[in-house]
């Protein structure tokens, strides 16, 4: 186990909703991305936090949003759903690179929340 | 633009045996990152091994190593002995800053 913890694990929406998924992250890590993994494809990245600041962010509109908190813990915002939305959302958590226990900079990632939009 | 491509989207093999997972990269970069995650059916991705670009020898972590082909801008992944629990999704990732750019995946199938 990475100790990465996603909720829920599985949630059912119809078009239009919005949504909330939390992540908790790794003991120390400061860093956190959300992926999208939609299905028989691999995982899409939609943005990364650190420090609580967005730093970075992948070809995703602005109603999918974010927030880190001071303990690292991450939410991820979906307004206005779509049926295309349906997908496995992954949280992961890191160090920056070059950091003590994190030469490489990999990626701990948590089970996923599988989203349905009806 | 950074490009990942592993072109067998299913594999079998028996266990006891080795199988090769196939990886091609496309990078202008000169310094990267390439893993290998494992992703059974839990969903969740098993970091298994990490090559960096300069790295001069080849990464090797237990039963798992990265057949890195610089030249040819391939990473295969090795698994030796394959076991049963080696049943899952595999993919191969690049580093681009601080996100990963991953392939479409490779599903194994391990045959007692």
């Known amino acids: 186990e990475t100790g990465v913890t996603q909720s829920p694990t599985h949630l059912i929406k119809t078009r239009g909703q919005q949504v909330t998924l939390r992540c908790s992250s790794q003991?120390?890590?400061?860093?956190v991305s959300w992926y999208q993994q939609a299905l028989g494809q691999g995982p899409q990245f939609i943005f990364q936090?650190?420090?609580?600041?967005?730093?970075g962010r992948g070809n995703f509109p602005p109603r999918f949003s974010g927030l880190q908190f001071p303990n690292y813990s991450s939410e991820l915002n979906v307004n206005a759903l779509e049926l295309d939305d349906s997908a496995l959302y992954l949280c992961?958590?890191?160090?920056?690179?070059?950091?003590?226990?994190?030469?490489?900079?990999?990626?701990?990632f948590g089970e996923g929340s599988r989203l349905t939009v009806l | 633009a950074q490009k990942i491509t592993q072109t067998q989207p299913g594999m079998f093999v028996q266990e006891k045996e080795a199988v090769t997972l196939d990886c091609t990269y496309d990078?202008?970069?000169?310094?990267?990152?390439l893993f290998w995650y494992k992703q059974p059916s839990s969903g969740e991705m098993i970091f298994l091994i990490y090559?960096?670009?300069?790295?001069?020898q080849n990464a090797t972590e237990g039963r798992y190593s990265l057949n890195f082909q610089k030249a040819r801008k391939s990473a295969n992944l090795v698994i030796s002995a394959s076991q049963l629990g080696d049943s899952a999704m595999y993919f191969c990732?690049?580093?681009?800053?601080?996100?990963?750019?991953f392939g479409q995946g490779t599903e194994l199938s391990v045959k007692p």
């Open positions: 990078t202008s970069d000169q310094s990267y990152g």
């Open positions: 992961a958590s890191s160090l920056p690179p070059g950091r003590v226990g994190s030469i490489t900079g990999e990626l701990f």
């Open positions: 090559q960096g670009s300069y790295d001069e």
């Open positions: 990732a690049m580093r681009q800053g601080g996100k990963l750019i």
């Open positions: 003991s120390g890590h400061n860093t």
């Open positions: 936090y650190y420090r609580e600041e967005e730093n």
